[in-house]
């Protein structure tokens, strides 16, 4: 193990830098203001330390310090902080990261649940073929049929297939047609029996959504511009599982909730480990909400990110 706490972070950065992300050598030394002959010194003592074998495996992840803050801060269970190219590839830096972490945390025959989303989606591209055996996986809610990439059915089926498990789908939409069909659809046994085995997951991954005419369930108009605006002057900030929230964790009143077939957030408290997975300069309040709704306990995020987050809680403290 490095002696040096800021010694090791910059090894494990410069790693994820150039392992993960493909910047060049020359592009890391100016990026961290280093000769490239330093670069190579630094890629050649994480690869004897073991931080790099065929991924990058460092011990806490990276950026170690907004880690350990974002866990003091928030007492979450675990943190993982990576560096950020640029916004344009956070979906896929964080799909990246995600990938890394559940390869390195889930145990063969575990049981993963999953939400939807377009950073989710991005975590199948990069997960590794026969990395666990039998490992399960069950959706969180049902599935969204106008858009295959968000789907849960797809994204959950291809992990399966990726780790040779099975898949466990909740055989209903995401948002039914009427609070009525909701229920309707929850009362059915197979719906009841696939949110129940999700409760009993050992990991569970969700994307977290912002509120806006960037969000994706306006996007796929599930709510138009005029019921987003109306949910942001209710003061929501961000949304999981397609239910809304305030900055202080509050579900925020909304008739779509009423036709989601899927656990709520306020069951997602109840879970072992939910993973949040979120990042952006627009996702700093959705992440703050989901925070303090505790809706997640584990944090997947990008180092500016990390660095708002703790800024503005910080913040509130000070006034």
């Not at 026969?130 to 959706?139: A, C, E, H």
């Not at 997947?300 to 509130?316: C, L, N, Q």
Request: proline content about 1%; aromatic content about 8%.
């Amino acid at each position: 193990m490095v002696e040096d706490y800021g010694e090791y972070d910059l090894l494990v950065r410069v790693a994820w830098l150039y392992y993960e992300e493909g910047l060049t050598q020359d592009q890391i030394a100016q990026r961290f203001n280093l000769s490239r002959s330093k670069v190579v010194r630094i890629l050649k003592r994480a690869r004897e330390k073991g931080i790099v074998s065929f991924q990058i495996t460092g011990v806490g992840s990276n950026c170690l310090s907004l880690e350990k803050k974002l866990i003091s801060l928030f007492d979450l269970e675990d943190a993982m902080v990576v560096p950020l190219i640029s916004e344009e590839k956070v979906r896929d830096t964080l799909g990246k990261a995600a990938a890394v972490y559940l390869e390195r945390n889930l145990k063969d025959g575990e049981l993963l649940a999953i939400g939807w989303g377009r950073t989710i989606h991005k975590i199948a591209d990069h997960i590794r073929e026969g990395q666990f055996k039998s490992l399960r996986v069950v959706n969180l809610m049902g599935g969204l049929t106008t858009s295959l990439f968000l789907n849960p059915y797809d994204i959950g089926g291809r992990l399966a297939s990726l780790w040779g498990g099975e898949c466990y789908y909740v055989y209903a939409p995401a948002i039914a047609a009427s609070e009525e069909l909701a229920r309707s659809f929850k009362s059915e046994l197979t719906v009841k029996t696939a949110m129940k085995m999700a409760k009993l997951a050992d990991y569970s991954l969700v994307g977290i959504g912002e509120v806006g005419k960037e969000n994706t369930l306006t996007m796929m108009g599930y709510i138009n511009l005029p019921e987003t605006e109306i949910l942001r002057r209710n003061g929501a900030v961000g949304n999981i599982l397609a239910q809304f929230f305030n900055l202080r964790g509050e579900k925020v009143d909304c008739e779509l909730h009423k036709r989601i077939v899927g656990l709520s957030i306020e069951e997602l408290r109840g879970l072992k480990r939910v993973i949040g997975v979120a990042g952006g300069r627009r996702k700093v309040q959705s992440i703050l909400g989901a925070l303090h709704g505790r809706f997640i306990n584990i944090l997947i995020t990008d180092e500016v990110t990390a660095r708002s987050i703790i800024e503005k809680e910080k913040e509130s403290f000070r006034s």
